[in-house]
């Protein structure tokens, strides 16, 4: 994976942290208000949505790794055995 993936899923999941600290003292103060409840509940499905398609491109980006990642293990270990083989 590269760096600017990492650095793009930690940043998420930093922010992802960061909104279900502080989503009971929202939601607190939002009870007050009906407009700021309905943002709030607005913000927590798109947090959720968000979740899940990080969630997902995560996984889809991992199985992508391992796959190559094994189809080069598989080459090199053919190399290495015709390389290794007597009479060469």
Same mark, same amino acid.
């Given at each position: 994976?590269?760096?600017?993936?990492?650095?793009?899923?930690? #940043?998420?999941?930093?922010?992802?942290?960061?909104?279900? !600290?502080?989503?009971?003292?929202?939601?607190?103060? #939002?009870?007050?208000?009906?407009?700021a409840a309905q943002?709030?509940?607005?913000?927590?499905?798109?947090?959720?949505?968000?979740?899940?398609?990080?969630?997902?491109?995560?996984?889809? &980006?991992?199985?992508? =790794? =391992?796959?190559?990642? !094994?189809?080069?293990? &598989?080459?090199?270990?053919?190399?290495? &055995?015709? &390389?290794?083989?007597?009479?060469?």
């Amino acid at each position: 994976m590269s760096n600017m993936k990492k650095l793009a899923l930690a #940043a998420g999941s930093f922010y992802l942290l960061i909104c279900a !600290a502080f989503a009971p003292y929202a939601l607190r103060a #939002a009870k007050h208000d009906p407009s700021a409840a309905q943002d709030m509940q607005s913000a927590s499905r798109d947090t959720k949505d968000a979740a899940k398609k990080a969630g997902s491109a995560t996984k889809k &980006e991992t199985k992508h =790794v =391992v796959n190559k990642s !094994a189809k080069k293990t &598989e080459h090199a270990a053919g190399k290495i &055995e015709r &390389e290794t083989q007597p009479g060469k």
